[in-house]
């Protein structure tokens, strides 16, 4: 199953999230989860493979594994020689970004590119891919079209309106589950956290959610602290439990997961090959 945390705005935490959610997932022994990061600003890559993975990854990479699709070459070991394994978690896979994703955004890939990628590639029935899908809007597009769920991070800021409003009408246009929206709370500032509730209340009965049939989750309060990815080596504070286990409980009801009858019966660490030296690309 797919699941993307998307959004055409910056900065809202979509790779934060996907990092706590991969990490409350495995935490819960209920999946391996490989993190596929679409972002040409590198954050999931940075948080679940470490600070110094920013500027030390070596090719493969995610952007050579599209870049083989778009040329339509065939299946290459790239893809899974291109994925790590996060030091944090042995059960967290990281696919990574670098800032060549940016070149695929001034040619005419097709939006269903990551999604074509992903069908001639082996996965198997006990992994979750989840992608951090950055906020440039042909990757997010990508991301969507790839996904089977589909959730969006929204801060209450007038500058989040408008990507939000186009994130999802993309994925009405396209027929792309939304589960649900994800109010974010950055900083501690008390007036957002009153504000912050009302303002969920009233996106919950929004008429264009409803027949999206989207739902808005607890908010998220996030903190420099969080951001920087100090849980990686402890424990995800409680204040974010309640809304990653409705993400979760959504996901692992969702048919795409119950069924997933095209992913291979083989445990995906035994598919995964660790290795350290990586092909020319």
């Not at 969507?144 to 800021?157: C, E, G, K, Q, Y």
């Not at 709370?185 to 008390?190: C, N, S």
């Amino acid at each position: 199953m797919i699941v993307s945390i998307a959004s055409m705005k910056g900065g809202v935490g979509k790779s934060t999230i996907t990092a706590l959610l991969a990490r409350r997932i495995v935490d819960k022994r209920r999946a391996s989860v490989l993190i596929i990061d679409m972002d040409p600003q590198r954050g999931a890559t940075i948080l679940m493979l470490g600070p110094k993975s920013g500027t030390a990854i070596q090719p493969p990479t995610i952007y050579d594994v599209l870049v083989n699709t778009y040329r339509r070459n065939p299946p290459s070991p790239a893809f899974l020689q291109a994925i790590r394994r996060s030091p944090y978690r042995e059960d967290i896979y990281v696919l990574p970004a670098t800032g060549e994703l940016g070149k695929l955004t001034r040619t005419d890939a097709p939006a269903d590119l990551l999604k074509t990628t992903l069908t001639v590639y082996p996965l198997s029935k006990d992994l979750l891919v989840i992608l951090d899908s950055g906020s440039n809007h042909v990757l997010c597009q990508m991301c969507l079209a790839a996904s089977d769920l589909a959730f969006i991070p929204v801060t209450l800021s007038e500058q989040s309106a408008v990507p939000t409003v186009n994130t999802l009408r993309y994925c009405w246009a396209h027929q792309i589950h939304v589960g649900a929206l994800i109010p974010i709370m950055v900083g501690k500032a008390g007036w957002q956290k009153e504000t912050i509730e009302s303002w969920a209340a009233r996106l919950r009965t929004a008429p264009a959610l409803k027949a999206m049939e989207t739902e808005v989750l607890s908010s998220m309060p996030f903190s420099q602290t969080i951001v920087r990815g100090k849980w990686r080596w402890g424990k995800i504070p409680k204040r974010f439990h309640s809304t990653l286990d409705e993400m979760i409980s959504m996901i692992f009801n969702h048919p795409a997961w119950v069924k997933r009858a095209t992913y291979a019966d083989e445990p995906w660490h035994s598919m995964f090959i660790d290795i350290d030296e990586r092909i020319p690309t």
